[in-house]
């Protein structure tokens, strides 16, 4: 059985930084799409970053581009997203997801595999 156990977040102050762990079980990387959603207060669901094994793609938002990064531990099955330089537009649940292949495409929430959301704050 896939799952996918989040966590990680939190009270920030603004500026300043977080990582997001995201802890896989049921599957290895291999071949497998693994990322991070987020849902704002009263805002859509919206993509920000994944990788994946299969075809080597690596997505961000641009909304985060240069100040998160996604990354990986193979052996401990965990995927990570360092989150710097917040802001209060940060603020969300933050959701780990994954399926096989390759990143889907900017607004394409088809993921198979969802875990439980972890909420980031970011004060300002």
């Known amino acids: 059985e896939v799952q996918l156990q989040a966590f990680g977040g939190g009270l920030v102050q603004a500026g300043g930084f977080l990582r997001l762990s995201c802890a896989a079980t049921?599957?290895?990387?291999?071949?497998?799409?693994i990322g991070w959603f987020r849902q704002a207060p009263g805002k859509e669901r919206e993509g920000v970053s994944c990788?994946?094994?299969?075809?080597?793609?690596?997505y961000y938002a641009d909304s985060v581009k240069g100040r998160f990064t996604i990354s990986s531990d193979n052996a401990k099955n965990t995927v990570y997203l360092q989150k710097n330089s917040l802001n209060a537009d940060d603020t969300a649940v933050y959701y780990c997801?994954?399926?096989?292949?390759?990143?889907?495409?900017?607004?394409?929430?088809?993921?198979?595999?969802w875990g439980q959301g972890t909420l980031v704050t970011v004060s300002s």
């Open positions: 049921g599957f290895t990387f291999d071949d497998y799409a």
């Open positions: 990788f994946s094994s299969s075809d080597g793609s690596t």
């Open positions: 997801v994954a399926d096989w292949g390759p990143c889907r495409e900017e607004g394409d929430h088809d993921y198979e595999y």
